[in-house]
T-cell receptor, first 111, second 115 residues
Framework: QQQVKQSPQSLIVQKGGISIINCAYE??????FPWYQQFPGKGPALLIA?????SEKKEGRFTISFNKSAKQFSLHIMDSQPGDSATYFC??????????FGSGTKLNVKP | GAGVSQTPSNKVTEKGKYVELRCDPI?????LYWYRQSLGQGPEFLIY????????DSGLPNDRFFAVRPEGSVSTLKIQRTERGDSAVYLC?????????????FGSGTRLTVV
């Protein structure tokens, strides 16, 4: 059973647009929800993370929206740039011991 | 070092052979994790070390997989009798401690191809 479901699988956005990636989880014991960015040939890099006691977290152009009752969270990339083109993974964990990752969203930002 | 180092970056092996994959975590990071990433998928947890001991090895797929971290720093993931289905990128990550607000730092991975 997949613990974290991510959509869409791929996304094309024009430069300057907003990219939105969604994730849903099942386990209500999860207490940490990070987003990772991965470029080809590289390992995932932590982008931004949220705890379930807040509904939104913003860092620069990146915002996580969190809906605890719906067990959903999303990543918003404002003013998307070609350099943001990468694969994005949501994840969830309980006590940081291990992370359950979504299947990834390949983002292509067109100039 | 400045980041998590994994060697080799690529490994091609024949079915049935034994392989070892090495991970050098960031100096001072006590927690070390191994994940496996198949093509087009997210990383899947394999095993987590706190210091020298395996705190959680529930993700190891079967007894052909084994990992050690004898001195609490470098870790080696060992795969016996490799199968074509073992082909994937094996990622190592480390963190200051479990629950660190800095999260994981991943290495670039070892791409294992079993032919």
């Amino acid at each position: 059973q997949q613990q974290v479901k991510q959509s869409p699988q791929s996304l094309i956005v024009q430069k300057g647009g907003i990219s939105i990636i969604n994730c849903a989880y099942e386990n209500t014991a999860f207490d940490y929800f990070p987003w990772y960015q991965q470029f080809p040939g590289k390992g995932p890099a932590l982008l931004i993370a949220i705890r379930p006691d807040v509904s939104e977290k913003k860092e620069g152009r990146f915002t996580i929206s969190f809906n605890k009752s719906a067990k959903q969270f999303s990543l918003h990339i404002m003013d998307s740039q070609p350099g943001d083109s990468a694969t994005y993974f949501c994840a969830a964990s309980k006590n940081f011991n291990k992370f359950y990752f979504g299947s990834g969203t390949k983002l292509n930002v067109k100039p | 070092g400045a980041g998590v180092s994994q060697t080799p970056s690529n490994k091609v092996t024949e079915k049935g052979k034994y392989v070892e994959l090495r991970c050098d975590p960031i100096s001072g990071h006590t927690a070390l994790y191994w994940y496996r990433q198949s093509l087009g998928q997210g990383p899947e947890f394999l095993i987590y070390f706190q210091g020298t001991g395996a705190a959680d090895d529930s993700g190891l797929p079967n007894d052909r997989f084994f990992a050690v971290r004898p001195e609490g720093s470098v870790s080696t993931l060992k795969i016996q009798r490799t199968e074509r289905g073992d082909s994937a990128v094996y990622l190592c990550a480390s963190s200051l401690s479990p629950g660190s607000n800095y999260g994981y730092t991943f290495g670039s991975g070892t791409r294992l191809t079993v032919v």
